[in-house]
C-alpha cells in the first residue's frame, strides 16, 4: 500500500500556510480536496449520511481554528481524519437512537466504468455481505482501523496519526481488528477459497 | 472448528470490498465552511463602516450590514454568504429574541390579495406547484422602499404545519439588486449548509434562529421555527420556509418559477 500523501505536497502546504494567515479561500480548497475523504470516514462510522455530512462540516469548521497546532512537517490527511472521526463518534454517541444505513457493496459494475480489479471481480456476492455484516458487529476502533487501512487506503503511519496511537501499535491492533472480524465470519465458509466464485 | 481464513486473504477480501463500497455522494462543504467562517470572522469583529452617507435612523442597521460586506468584498465566497438580498451571520449566541414573534398575521405586513401584489411589487411573483393558491399574501416595505411579499399556505397532510403557526409553507420574496434587505441570525451550532435548488446555489438552515427584516421603521424580528431554504430565482431572492425535511423541501423549492 503507498502513502498517497505525496500528491502535490507544496502546493498543500501552501495552502494551509495561507489558512493559517487567516485566507478563508485557501482552506475552502483544502476542505474541497479532503471533503470526500472526510465524509467517507465520517460515514463508515454514524453509517447515516446526514450525520456524515454533519460531523465533517463541523470538524472543517474546528479544525479552520486549530490550525496553528498543525504543525508543517506533518501530513494533513490524518490530521484532519483524526478530527473528523473525533467529530463523527461525539455525533454518533447523541444519535444512538437512530439506527445507520448499513454498509452496502456495489453489485457488479456495468460495462464503461472502470474495470474492476481481479479481487474485486472474484470477490462474490456472498463474501462481500459477510464481511460486512461481520465488520457490522465490530467494535467502533476495531471497524476504524480496519477502514483507514483498507477502504480509505491509508498507510500505517498515517493510520496512526489518525487514530492518536504509536505507530509500533498499528500492526498488532490490525492484527486483533482481524482476529475479531474473523471471528465472526460463518464458521461454514470454506476459508482457504475465499475469493473464488462459488456456486451460490 | 472451520479453517481459518489467513490474515493475507482477509487483507485481501477487505481491500476488494473496499473498492466496491457504495458511500452516499459527498457534499459539497467548502461554500458552506467558508460561509461560517466568515461569518464567525464578521461576527465577533464587527469593523466599523466609514464613508457611507446614511439615513440617520438607519445608521445601525447598516453599520451591521456594511461590516459583514466589507469582510467579504473581494473574496469569491462572498456571495455564498449573502444570498441575494438577505444576509445571513453566525453567532456564538444567538441574541435573546427580543421583541420578536413567530412570523403570522399582520406581523408579515399588509394583507393584499395576490393581484396586488403582482402589481405593486416590481418583479415576478412566482410560486409553488402543488400547493395551490396562496391562503394569505401580505406586503412588507423594505428598508430601501421596495416591497417584500410574503405569501402563506395553510398546513395540510403533505406540508405540516410550522411550529407555532397554522401554516404548511411561508414563502418570501424579496428583490434582487438593492443590497441586503433581511439578516438571518444563527447560532453557530445550527445547521447551515449548502445545497442546489435546481443549479441555483441555496443555503439550507434547520433548527430555530432569528430572521430580521429591514424596514423603514427599523429591525423586525422574527423567531423562525421551521426549516428554511434560501436561494436567488431570476434576479429574486426566495426564503422558503417549511416544516419539512431538505429533500422534500428542495423538491418543492425546485417546482417554483
Known sequence: MTDRVEGRPLEEAGLIELAKDGDVQAYGELVTRYRELAFRTAFLITRSAADAEDAAQDAFVKAYYALERFRARDSFRPWILRIVSNEAKNRLRSARRREGLALRAAEDRRSGDAAPSPEAAALDRETKEAL????????????????????????????ARALGIRPGTVKSRLSRALDRLRDRLPAERDAREPLEATDG | MADRMP????????????????????????????????????????PAFPGLALWPRR??????????????????????????????????????????????????????????????VGFPVVLPLGLGPPTEVHLAESLFGSRVVVLVWDADASHPPIGGTPWGAILMELPGGEG???????????????????????????????LSLLTPDGEQRFTVTGNVLLWEHDGTTLRLETALPKAEAVVLAETIG
Open chain 1, 132 to 159: 460486512l455484516d461481520a465488520l457490522s458487529g465490530l467494535k467502533e476502533n476495531d471497524r476504524l482501523i480496519i477502514a483507514y487501512r483498507y477502504f480509505l487506503e491509508l498507510s500505517e503511519a498515517e493510520t
Open chain 2, 59 to 120: 445608521r445601525v442597521l447598516l453599520l451591521a450590514v456594511a461590516g459583514v460586506l466589507l469582510l467579504m468584498a473581494g473574496t469569491a465566497v462572498a456571495a455564498r454568504l449573502a444570498i441575494g438580498a438577505i444576509e445571513i451571520r453566525v453567532v456564538p449566541t444567538p441574541s435573546a429574541p427580543t421583541p420578536s414573534t413567530v412570523e403570522s398575521g399582520a406581523a408579515l405586513g399588509e394583507r393584499v390579495a395576490l393581484e396586488d401584489a403582482r402589481a405593486r
Open chain 2, 180 to 210: 441586503p434587505l433581511a439578516f438571518k441570525e444563527i447560532a453557530a451550532d445550527t445547521s447551515l449548509q449548502a445545497v442546489q435548488v435546481g443549479n441555483a446555489d441555496a443555503f439550507w438552515i434547520s433548527g430555530p434562529h432569528q
Open chain 2, 7 to 46: 490474515h493475507a486473504e482477509l487483507e485481501r477480501a477487505l481491500m476488494a470490498l473496499g473498492s466496491t463500497l457504495e458511500y452516499p455522494p459527498a457534499p459539497p462543504m467548502a461554500p458552506a465552511v467558508t460561509a461560517r467562517l466568515l461569518a464567525e470572522r464578521a461576527a465577533a469583529r464587527r
